[in-house]
């Protein structure tokens, strides 16, 4: 037993002393793990987006950023979409207004 937790005859700890580190390591990410599927988010994630990118407000605001329609367009187009729909329902299924 002294062999397996000293490496042999010489003094120190051997190289089982490597495995402390890992064995951290694990105990961390299941920390980390556990709390985020829990819950805990800690600062927003810049590469998700805030609205579906196949939502209609989406679709109307890239159609109006690359110049397809003009000003009045896209707030008549909004104000329908509003009117028919809501403005919960626009963003997408199951989220709410942006």
């Known amino acids: 037993m002294n062999t397996l937790a000293?490496?042999?005859?010489?003094?120190?700890?051997?190289?089982?002393i490597l495995l402390f580190p890992l064995v951290w390591?694990?105990?961390?990410?299941?920390i980390v793990t556990v709390a985020r599927r829990a819950g805990w988010r800690g600062r927003p994630?810049?590469?998700?987006?805030?609205?579906?990118e196949r939502s209609p407000l989406a679709v109307l605001g890239r159609r109006f950023?690359?110049?397809e329609?003009?000003?009045?367009?896209?707030?008549?187009?909004i104000s329908?979409?509003?009117?028919?729909?809501?403005?919960?329902?626009?963003?997408?299924?199951?989220?709410?207004a942006a």
């Open 6 to 16: 000293y490496g042999g005859p010489g003094p120190g700890p051997g190289p089982w």
């Open 25 to 30: 390591a694990a105990v961390i990410l299941t």
């Open 45 to 52: 994630r810049p590469w998700r987006p805030a609205v579906d």
């Open 65 to 67: 950023a690359a110049g």
């Open 69 to 77: 329609i003009d000003e009045e367009e896209y707030w008549r187009r």
């Open 80 to 96: 329908v979409l509003e009117e028919h729909f809501g403005r919960s329902n626009l963003t997408g299924p199951g989220k709410g």
